[in-house]
């Protein structure tokens, strides 16, 4: 009965390749995020979604594509992967106007 | 577009220090995060704060929107709370859309 669930735990690809990465919260919450950790630990969004807009951050290329087939998932969808994509991804969810509860983290590798 | 500033950097305490954590911003917002990221990855919401004081057990999170900063306290500190401990606020100001971490404060509490 996980709140905020990620899978896979672990991804590891080869370069050019597509993967996804699911999300799902059984939390009833409005918005759903992703975030990307890099090597040095530093926490930056990619996403926030809920069923009014998505908001994407800038620097994200655009090999990154949020899915959403219902409120309770939102999936992460990468195109083209690079060496450069290798970090952990967090999934989160809040209601709104509040805090967020964090998934468990997915850690990808690309090689 | 906020800029967040977390000190210090490192922070090595004796089991039963107060701890003190600091984080700027340069935006007005009117929400702040305290998040705890544990050895093992995972990432906990420690407080969602817009004014004043949040107190959960021995962690006590103050915010002065007017100063823009806020600190995050620990009161008779164990080695279980050993872990990163991240601020984040909202990337444009404000208290909703995408957030912008600091850098995290790592915090070692010795036996």
């Known amino acids: 009965d996980t709140a905020v669930s990620q899978t896979p735990k672990y991804l590891v690809t080869q370069m050019g390749n597509d993967k996804s990465i699911k999300c799902e919260q059984n939390l009833g919450h409005d918005t759903m995020y992703w975030y990307k950790q890099d090597s040095k630990k530093f926490l930056k969004i990619m996403f926030s979604y809920n069923n009014k807009e998505l908001i994407i951050n800038e620097t994200v290329p655009n090999r990154f594509s949020p899915k959403s087939p219902d409120k309770a998932h939102l999936n992460l969808h990468i195109n083209s992967l690079e060496l450069g994509d290798s970090a952990v991804y967090f999934c989160?969810?809040?209601?709104?106007?509040?805090?967020?509860?964090f998934g468990s983290g997915t850690r990808l590798t690309v090689v | 577009k906020n800029e967040v500033e977390q000190s210090p950097q490192n922070l090595t305490a004796q089991e039963g220090e107060f701890i003190t954590i600091n984080c700027s911003y340069s935006v007005g917002i009117s929400a702040l995060h305290w998040l705890q990221q544990h050895p093992g990855g995972g990432i906990v919401s420690l407080f969602m704060?817009?004014?004043g004081k949040k107190k959960h057990g021995r962690l006590i999170a103050t915010i002065n929107i007017q100063e823009k900063h806020s600190s995050l306290h620990i009161t008779a500190s164990h080695p279980r709370d050993s872990a990163v401990y991240i601020c984040?606020?909202?990337?444009?100001?404000?208290?909703?859309?995408?957030?912008?971490f600091g850098k995290g404060t790592k915090l070692s509490v010795k036996p």
């Open positions: 989160a969810s809040s209601p709104e106007g509040q805090g967020q509860t």
């Open positions: 984040a606020v909202p990337l444009y100001g404000g208290s909703q859309g995408n957030l912008i």
């Open positions: 704060l817009s004014s």
